[in-house]
């Protein structure tokens, strides 16, 4: 069975750093895309990046790109989503999501991990 | 603003037929996936490709495409389709990173 896993509901103040993990199981991790999907409280959903673990090879949407940090770790079949400075903005849940090869669909997804930002 | 436009809110009687809809540019030349969100849950994956249903899901749910609208249609909905719905495909670029709708919220009266 597929899993994503993420971790944990996070508080920070505006300007700390983050690092959020969505750590996959059930499948060969190193050879399927996998992406953020941002969705702020009572809005849609948004790509951040996607990576493929196996080279590392990285895509940021332009209104993340430079503001995020997308990585993998395939010895331990975990990706990231890294922030250096949160602000309040940040603020939404986010959701790791693995992408059929090839395309844009999104089979499976994991639970989301909210962030908040708040001084 | 999104490259991928929905309906913001759609009802339908329950038991009835109901069609979402997702229009752009770029659905001329890709196929789009219809994602299925209850309040407090990650999406789930409903229908891909041309009309291709994971395993689980109901067929009930049926997806149809033309020219630049995909379409995603409920066939006796059911008090339990009541959710939010969004269309993902590739922006109008073809970039492979993709674009969400803006989703459609479905309410079964």
């Known amino acids: 069975e597929v899993q994503l896993v993420q971790s944990g509901a996070e508080v920070k103040k505006p300007g700390e750093s983050l690092k959020i993990s969505c750590e996959g199981s059930g499948y060969s991790f190193s050879n399927y895309w996998i992406g953020w999907v941002r969705q702020k409280p009572g809005k849609g959903l948004e790509w951040v990046g996607i990576?493929?673990?196996?080279?590392?090879?990285?895509r940021y949407s332009p209104s993340f790109q430079g503001q995020v940090t997308i990585s993998a770790d395939t010895s331990i079949n975990t990706a990231y989503l890294q922030w250096t400075s949160l602000s309040a903005s940040d603020t939404a849940v986010y959701y790791c999501a693995r992408r059929l090869t090839g395309t844009t669909t999104v089979d499976h997804w994991g639970r989301g991990t909210l962030v908040t930002v708040s001084s | 603003s999104s490259e991928l436009t929905q309906d913001p809110a759609v009802s339908v009687a329950l038991g009835q037929t109901v069609t979402i809809t997702c229009q752009g540019d770029?659905?001329?030349?890709?196929?789009a996936s219809w994602y299925q969100q209850k309040p407090g849950q990650a999406p789930l994956l409903v229908i891909y490709g041309k009309n291709n249903r994971p395993s689980g899901i109901p067929d009930r749910f049926s997806g149809s495409n033309s020219e630049n609208t995909a379409s995603l249609t409920i066939t006796g909905a059911q008090a339990e389709d009541e959710a939010a719905y969004f269309c993902?495909?590739?922006?109008?670029?073809?970039?492979?990173?993709?674009?969400f709708g803006g989703g459609t919220k479905l309410t079964v009266l």
């Open positions: 993902n495909s590739r922006d109008t670029s073809g970039h492979q990173l993709g674009v």
């Open positions: 990576i493929y673990p196996a080279d590392s090879n990285t």
């Open positions: 770029s659905l001329r030349s890709f196929y």
